[in-house]
């Protein structure tokens, strides 16, 4: 799997689990979601990610 591969995987998965945990454990956990939903409509506009970065710094191929 590439970079991009990756980052799907992990906002997807950053998503699903703080929904689940604001739903289930304290709202509070919605404002992470908020937080990755930010942060990927910020990377779309700079075309700047720190998750890519730090796959990047981690060998993932790209």
């Not at 979601?33 to 930010?38: D, I, N, Q, W």
């Not at 990377?43 to 993932?60: D, E, Q, R």
Request: net charge positive; glycine share 6%.
């Amino acid at each position: 799997m590439c970079v991009n591969d990756w980052l799907r995987v992990i906002a997807g998965a950053f998503v699903l689990a703080s929904v689940a945990l604001g739903y289930w454990v304290n709202p509070w956990f919605f404002a992470f979601t908020a937080f990755v939903g930010l942060n990927l409509l910020q990377s779309g506009f700079s075309k700047w990610c720190p998750m890519i970065s730090l796959l990047k710094k981690m060998h993932v191929p790209e």
